[in-house]
Every structure is written in C-alpha cells, then in structure tokens.
C-alpha cells in the first residue's frame, strides 16, 4: 500500500498548530461566560455524547461522588473534554449518583 | 360559768377550725408536691431526650462534615484499572490459559487544577514469571477551561486505540487489531510534554487537540536490515532530535461522528549495544500520519483507524534502507435491543518492512456484558500472511475483562 500523504503532512501538523492556536482566540470571551457549579442538563448530553466514544456508558452509582470528580478529570485527559463540559458531567453524576 | 363555758367552746371550736384548715393546707401542700414530682419527671424526661436529640444532631453533623469531606476535598485519591483472564486455542499451537494483565490506575487530584495519573502494567510471562512496567505517568496542569498541560510518559496521542481504546473492558474484541499492539504501527508512548484539550464550537459539536514534543522511538537492527520500531516511552534521546506531533479531533457533522487527523515527525537512528551501554547511529527521518473516525448509529458502534510511521533511508547505517509499518482496521459492534449482547467484526491489515510479518486478519465475536464495565468476550480472528505463507495462525481467545 504506497501512501503519498507525507508529501503534505508538514503542512498539515502546521495547519493543525494555527487551528488550535485561532481557538484560544475566543478562550477570554468564553471564560466570561464560566458556570463552575456544572449544568446537569448540559452535563447528561456530554455524557452521553462523549463517555460512549470509546466505552459502554457507566452508571453514575457505580462509584462515590469524590470518585466522580478523579474520573471525569482523568477522562477530560483522555476524550479532550473542556473544563465546563467536565463540571456539566460531574454535576450530573453527583446529582444521579 | 356560762362565760367559761362560751370560752371552751369558742376555743374547740378554734382548735376543729384549725385542724381542719391545716388539714387542707397539708392537702394542698401534697396536690404541689405531686405536681412538682410530676413536673420533675417530667423535666427529667425532657433532659433524657433531649441529651438523645443532641447526640443525633451531632453524630449527624460529623456525618454531614464527613460527607461534604468526600464530596469536595482539596486532595483525592482514586484507584481504577483494568484485568483480564481468558483462554487463547491457535490452530497450530496448544491452547493455553492465560492472564492477559492487570493494570491499576492511580489518580492523586490537587483541587481542579493538578493531577497525577500513573498507569502500573503487571503481567505474566510465558516462564511464569510476572513483570511489572509503568504504562504512563504524568503529571497533568488544567490551565484553563480549554487547555491541560501533560509532562512525563504518556500514550503516544496519535490515533484511537493506543490511547483510548487498548484497556480490554472497553476493546471489544479480546486481541488488539494487526498492527496495533505494541511494536507495531501505531506508535504506544512517549517520554516529554503535551498540550490538550478541547474547545466547544458554536454549532455545539466540540473540538479536541492534543500537540507533543517527545524522546521520540529508536529502531532495531538485525543484520543489513530494519527489524523493529520501538516506542516505549524511551528514557532517553538517542537520535538527538526531538520528535513534535499531535491529534486533531472533531465532531463532525453530528455530535455521534468524530474524525481524527495525527502527525508526527522527527528523527530516528538505530540502537546498537545492551541496556545501559547502547549506541545509536546516524539519525534519519522518521514521520508518523494517521487518521481515525468513530460513529455511532442507533445500536451500532463504527470505528476505523489508520496509522503508518516512516523512516528514511540513512547511507551510513548498517541498515541503510528507508522502510514503514503500516495498519489498519475496520470495526463494527451491535449490542442487541433489550438483551446483554454484543455481536463484534473486525477487519485489518498490517504492512511491515519485513514482509514476512505483514498479517491480513479479520476478527469476529460475541461478547456478553455482565455490566457496563464487566465483559465476557469470544473471538475467533483468521489471521493470513500471504507473503510467508503463514496459513495456521487463526486463534480462537475467550476473555473476561473488568474495568475498575
């Protein structure tokens, strides 16, 4: 299998570093707008579209609300959650657990 | 006479009077004294239940204090993980029981702005010995709502699997695909630091980046010839180039689409010598491209990646050639409306510099989920190497997996 996409793969990794450099341009306008008690409405729909990506979803009483929060920190790492996607997650599983 | 006698009775008549007055004073004396009693008893009660009452509150207090402890300490400590037992038949070895791994993860959370995370892989070898390896380790710094920055050994970001999908409770299929375990085409971690997030687009779908600078890998040499890339997570700089990549992510058109682009790039040289006495050769190019999706229609699961790392051709090495590993898969999951059943399929391909160990395989299995987080797996993967002629290697792997 011959693959030509190194021809332009340089560019792309700099593509890539000017896309996320122009998305911090707004961070300042949407730190305004943090809400850091969490969302539960906001929290369910992350949860949903976020936690199945990659494993089944899991119930919010299989763990304590302290292990809640380590978790959904640890998976904000892994699934590159936003800081208020994690407080909306974390409020909806303490308030289901 | 008659002034006496008025006198002795006036005076009886005073003395029946009195007596019977004092009589009713001792009665109303009595009435008070029983009311008292009564009051004290009852006083006393009060006190009982009461001293009751604040025993409760402040046992439900320190419950209380206890309570909020857990909900919102400034330190936490959480242990999770992943194992795995099962049971591998190749069509032309003899089956053998086996212990996949065990791998507990420790969380230790400084407030909402530190956390390290540190990744312990236990297994046993085919000797019975069991080793003991640090999967990664990193200590993480949440900047900000959009960015968290990672130093220490971490999964390579590149791709899905390596970093998201390899911990067998949630992979679901008991074998990782071709190319994709470790040593392979994908690459598995690094040593050095990374910036990654996510950002929330106006349409509501969201964004996630991951950028790194890294040790980078080192390769293998078996005579004139390339015969393996490692990717540990190298201690050590050998090449003398650091290697830079990242992940794009994005949800796109829907919030149940995500398409993935990774590239990496840098350099590599060959290792030479044992462990604490190795040398390195002239360094040569080395580049990684990748892609991935994932979807997730009604009951089905869809997945798919592509990985290929690249090394040039370096005219001074022992090994001169440019070479590249290459794989990919296809996988489709549907969980069964109402019932704790999986149905799984795989197909992938993996290309080496070493035709001799390029595999085609397709996977297929039934899993059963016991709970979310606790799965019993039955593969049967049809492995073909058309250039080796390698035509007995087909295995069937039964496994029971638990996240914890």
């Known amino acids: 299998m011959k693959i030509n996409l190194f021809k332009v793969y340089k560019t792309g990794l700099a593509s890539l570093i000017v896309i996320i450099g122009l998305s911090f341009l707004n961070v300042s306008v949407a730190e305004e707008k943090k809400d850091t008690k969490g969302d539960f409405a906001r929290g369910a729909k992350a949860w949903v579209d976020n936690c199945v990506r990659c494993h ?17 920190f640890h998976m904000r790492i892994r699934a590159g959650l936003t800081g208020q996607q994690t407080r909306d997650i974390i409020k909806f599983l303490q308030t289901s657990n | 006479m008659n002034i006496k006698l008025t006198s002795l009775a006036c005076f009886v008549g005073l003395a029946i009077s009195s007596n019977t007055m004092a009589q009713t004073e001792i009665e109303k004396l009595r009435s008070e004294v029983d009311t008292l009693n009564k009051k004290a008893q009852e006083w006393e009660a009060y006190q009982t239940i009461k001293q009751k009452i604040e025993k409760d509150v402040s046992l439900l207090n320190d419950k209380a204090r206890e309570w909020e402890e857990w909900k919102a300490p400034k330190t936490l400590v959480h242990l999770a993980g992943f194992a795995d037992v099962g049971y591998t038949d190749r069509q032309d070895q003899t089956g053998s029981f086996n212990f996949g791994g065990f791998s507990p993860i420790f969380h230790y959370q400084f407030a909402d702005q530190f956390m390290l995370e540190a990744e312990l892989e236990f297994e046993i070898t085919e000797g019975g010995k069991s080793t003991a390896s640090i999967g990664y380790l990193t200590i993480d710094w949440f900047v900000n709502d959009y960015m968290a920055l990672v130093a220490g ?18 992979n679901k299929l008991a074998s990782a695909p071709t190319g994709f375990g470790h040593d392979q085409a994908a690459p598995n971690a690094d040593v050095g630091f990374m910036a990654r997030g996510g950002y929330l687009m106006e349409s509501n779908n969201s964004m996630n980046y991951a950028l790194y600078i890294a040790n980078g890998p080192t390769l293998e040499a078996d005579g004139s010839e390339i015969d393996m890339i490692e990717t540990p997570g190298l201690g050590k700089d050998g090449d003398g180039s650091k290697t830079v990549g990242g992940r794009f992510g994005m949800f796109f058109p829907a919030s149940k689409f995500e398409f993935g682009v990774s590239l990496a790039t840098g350099n590599v040289s060959v290792r030479s ?9 002239a360094s040569r190019s080395y ?20 990985i290929q790392q690249e090394y040039g051709a370096q005219s001074t090495s022992a090994a001169p050639d440019s070479g590249k590993w290459a794989a990919w898969y296809v996988q489709a999951a549907y969980r069964f409306s109402g019932t704790n059943w999986e149905a799984v399929a795989r197909i992938g391909e993996y290309d080496t510099p070493t035709n001799s160990k390029d595999v085609e395989q397709v996977t297929v299995g039934a899993n059963y989920l016991f709970a979310t987080n606790l799965v019993g797996k039955m593969s049967y993967e049809f492995n073909d190497n058309p250039n080796a002629g390698l035509t007995a290697a087909n295995r069937v792997l039964v496994q029971l997996a638990y996240g914890f």
């Open chain 2, 153 to 170: 050994k971490f999964l390579s970001p590149l791709g899905q699997f390596r970093q998201n999908i390899h911990p067998s409770w949630i």
């Open chain 2, 287 to 306: 580049d990684v491209v990748g892609t991935d999706f994932n979807w997730r229609p009604g009951s089905f699961d869809v997945r798919g990646e592509f």
């Open chain 2, 273 to 281: 010598g044992t462990a604490g006495n190795y040398s390195y050769d």
């Open chain 1, 56 to 72: 089944n979803v899991r119930d919010p009483k299989e763990l304590r609300d302290d292990q809640w929060i380590t978790t959904t």
